[in-house]
């Protein structure tokens, strides 16, 4: 019994064995359900539009502040206690009006004073004078010694002198009532007040207010070395001006606002500094802008330009040229590289290092870093999706329409744009793209045309 019962356990184990050795055998052959999942995936859905092509000017936009043609710091040239304000907190004020009155009686006193000094003085110098005319006369026939001549005519002489220190005191006793009211050194808008009545005002120390001017206004940026050699060079008429009077270089000036980078303002450059910062290697300039406004309290139009207002500028730099533009959204970076993910026209996609340039509206200039690859403009340029874009693997493409990647901002093709890739795949309502192409009329960006600086814009508002 003891020996079948043997046999009996090696028989079941040896089954055991080849069946676990089978299965392992069957389970390497055959993949699991997550790598048929895997292999089966559908390609990766990407987001992409066309290159865009554009006879533009060069420019270079740089960043800048407005600031006030004048400022002053309204300031007390007298000691006293503050009396009275004239004007609201904002108000527009003319030079010469009321701003602010200090208690005058102190210094009107000090006027009497001084007046009644003088007054005492010119009496003294009438009775001088006849005493020099009496002993003129007595001198001469005997009557009266020389010396008291000389004395008398000494007096006079000595009050004359006494007299014009008294006028000064009086002049100075006066202006010191004068600047008991404080006036409005400039027109332009006052702040707010910084001491209110009953403070004690110290002489030529005490800040009371400012007062900017308003119309018009700088607009202050620098520029690196090489740009400032370009733009001296077209102002000089050495190379082909993008303006249509050279002797005044417009800059198109945008705020803070203007997202989509239409320039609508303008001003004439008027001073370029003296010297180049040899620590940043730049050069100040300066423009100058029209701020019309209305401060009438009746029908107000308060101006737009404020001084400290940060600003974005942009400067003609040389003859139109074509650009290749990609949306902004577009490039990708790696390290300090600039990468757009391109689709080829079999689907698949690849990345390209690329230099970026100019911005214009949403859209970017840019060029290929390798000279001998050039951009192909039969590739469509991934715009959302860039994440899950690999190397030469294939994607599902979706063209994004014109309003979700800014082509209104660019100015109107003179060229048929080109024929869009075939699609991969329709779009799904989920993801809110469309299959075609963006097209349509599309808004000019503003031009230079008679240097005219206003803060109206000059082209189409944007929709």
């Not at 290092?353 to 469509?380: M, T, Y």
Request: aromatic fraction near 6%; charge should be neutral.
């Amino acid at each position: 019994m003891t020996g079948r019962a043997t046999a009996s356990v090696a028989v079941a184990l040896a089954t055991v064995i080849v069946t676990m050795l089978g299965g392992c055998g069957q389970a390497a052959k055959e993949p699991s359900a997550s790598t048929k999942s895997a292999a089966q995936a559908p390609p990766s859905e990407v987001t992409a539009a066309a290159f865009q092509t554009r006879l533009l000017p060069e420019y270079l936009e740089v960043t800048g502040r407005i600031e006030a043609v004048r400022e002053v710091d309204v300031r007390c040239r007298i000691t006293g206690y503050l009396t009275k304000i004239f004007f609201r907190d904002g108000q527009f004020v003319k030079a010469g009006d009321p701003l602010y009155e200090i208690d005058p009686r102190p210094y009107g006193a000090q006027l009497e004073s001084a007046k009644g000094s003088l007054e005492k003085l010119l009496g003294e110098r009438r009775f001088a004078e006849v005493q020099v005319a009496r002993y003129e006369k007595l001198s001469a026939k005997g009557a009266a010694s020389v010396q008291e001549f000389d004395t008398w005519k000494a007096k006079l002489e000595e009050n004359t002198g006494a007299v014009a220190a008294a006028r000064a005191q009086v002049e100075f006793a006066r202006l010191n009532v004068e600047f008991c009211t404080v006036t409005s050194p400039i027109d332009g808008q006052i702040g707010r007040t910084q001491l209110q009545v009953g403070n004690l005002i110290n002489q030529d120390s005490t800040s009371l207010a400012t007062v900017v001017s308003i119309d018009p206004i700088y607009v202050y940026f620098n520029v690196d070395e090489p740009t400032f050699v370009r733009v001296v060079r077209t102002m000089r008429g050495e190379s082909e001006p993008v303006m249509v009077d050279r002797r005044q270089f417009v800059v198109d000036i945008g705020l803070v606002d203007d997202r989509e980078r239409h320039y609508p303002y303008r001003c004439v450059v008027d001073f370029l500094n003296n010297q180049v910062d040899p620590q940043t290697a730049t050069i100040t300039m300066r423009g100058v802008l029209e701020n019309p406004h209305d401060p009438d309290p009746a029908h107000p139009r308060p101006p737009l330009f404020r001084s400290g207002m940060f600003i974005r500028a942009r400067l003609p730099l040389g003859k139109p040229a074509d650009l290749t533009l990609v949306p902004e959204a577009a490039i990708g970076s790696n390290q300090d590289r600039k990468v757009l993910w391109l689709v080829g026209v079999d689907g698949t996609v690849h990345s390209r290092e690329v230099v970026p340039g100019q911005k214009v509206g949403a859209w970017i200039a840019v060029r290929s870093a390798d000279p001998a690859r050039p951009l192909d403009a039969s590739d469509r340029v991934v715009v959302r999706g860039l994440q899950r874009c690999r190397e030469g693997e294939p994607v599902t493409l979706v063209m994004a329409p014109a309003g979700t990647i800014g082509l209104d901002t660019l100015p109107a093709a003179s060229a048929a744009a080109p024929a869009p890739l075939p699609q991969a795949a329709p779009a799904t309502e989920a993801t809110g793209v469309s299959t075609a192409p963006a097209q349509g009329a599309v808004e000019t960006l503003p031009r230079p045309a008679g240097v005219t600086a206003s803060p109206e814009p000059s082209g189409p508002k944007p929709p």
